[in-house]
């Protein structure tokens, strides 16, 4: 619901100095799986005010997480929970 900064702005820190830009997660949210030849990967979601009011809809399952973020006291405030289907309770 609300993202107090930009992913291009965490890369630009002075905390990251020296680090590959693709390495840096500040403030990421990131889902986390196995592909189909056994290999861990990660699919990143650069944030920035631009994903205000989106909203991701994955299986409970999934391991994902959201990195921290620095350079500003704001904080960030999303919203989430869990949804059921339950196609028998439409009978």
Known sequence: MKIPYSWEEQ???PL???IKKENI??????FEFIDTLG???NLPY??????????LFF???LRHCVYPFYGT???RI??????????????
């Open 11 to 13: 890369v630009r820190l």
């Open 16 to 18: 990251f100095d020296g």
């Open 25 to 30: 997660k500040a403030g990421n949210f990131e």
């Open 39 to 41: 290999g861990i990967r």
């Open 46 to 55: 650069r944030l920035s005010s631009e994903f205000e009011g989106v909203a």
């Open 59 to 61: 299986p409970a399952g």
């Open 73 to 75: 006291d704001e904080p």
């Open 78 to 91: 999303s919203i989430s929970g869990n949804l059921f289907y339950d196609p028998q309770s439409l009978i």
